[in-house]
């Protein structure tokens, strides 16, 4: 009777903890950050855990995928890239698992050094002179970072004091040839300048949390009032 008693004991108390064990889901990854080469190519991503696991990408990409999108405890997915001919970028996998998250950076270097980048607006005098009414305005381009056009954005400045609530200018588009901004109508009642630079910001370092920026030549934005 007591051996009878001893093995419930037992019994219940393997029960008890493999219930514990089905409710502690864990979640791992090899490390935070994976280096890939500027040359396109494929890596295998292992995924530690006890349970069912999602993943996705932190953002669409047309330069990377992977093969799966969740996964049933410890197996792994296929990440696709390809060649990058500009500067280094990344994407983050965003795993999930119960309640946790885990994410792993995507870092790929890029083929083009900082110094090698090209990113020249052609304006007469480097000046546009805009009516109260405003406009849009296409602006010759030239640029060799043909792979990462949609990545440009305006960075834009102005004299002491006269700094706007909101931008006045916009990008429209960026193409090989040209840029389009839109200057909105004057509506203060006094002139008003902005200097702008079309902006390119990559992902730094494969441990970084901020990228480093190249800008094309300022272009000098007067309004009448």
């Known amino acids: 009777m007591k051996k009878i008693l001893l093995y419930m004991m037992v019994l219940l108390g393997a029960m008890s903890c493999a219930k514990k064990a089905e409710y502690d889901q864990t979640l791992g990854l090899m490390s935070k950050y994976n280096d890939l080469s500027k040359d396109g190519g494929s890596t295998q991503v292992a995924v530690f855990s006890n349970t069912s696991w999602t ?3 932190d953002r669409q990409v047309d330069w990377a995928s992977i093969d799966r999108f969740n996964g049933y405890k410890c ?3 296929v990440f696709d890239y390809e060649t990058n001919y500009g500067r280094a970028r990344r994407v983050n996998l965003v795993f999930k698992a119960g309640d946790q998250t885990r994410t792993l950076s995507m870092y790929q270097s890029g083929a083009l050094a900082d110094s090698a980048c090209e990113l020249d607006l052609t304006v007469n005098e480097n000046t546009i002179n805009a009516s109260a009414d ?24 102005y004299p002491e004091g006269e700094e706007p609530a909101t931008p006045w200018i916009t990008l429209k588009s960026v193409e090989l040839d040209n840029i389009v901004i839109e200057i909105a109508p004057n509506t203060t009642g006094a002139p008003r300048t902005a200097n702008m630079r079309l902006t390119h910001t990559d992902a730094g370092s494969y441990d970084s949390t901020e990228g480093d920026s190249v800008y094309s030549n300022t272009i000098s934005v007067v309004q009448t009032q």
């Open 134 to 157: 405003g406009l849009l305005e296409s602006i010759p381009f030239k640029t060799n970072l043909i792979f990462q056009l949609d990545e440009m954005y305006l960075t834009l400045t």
């Open 55 to 57: 993943v996705e990408m």
């Open 75 to 77: 197996g792994y997915l």
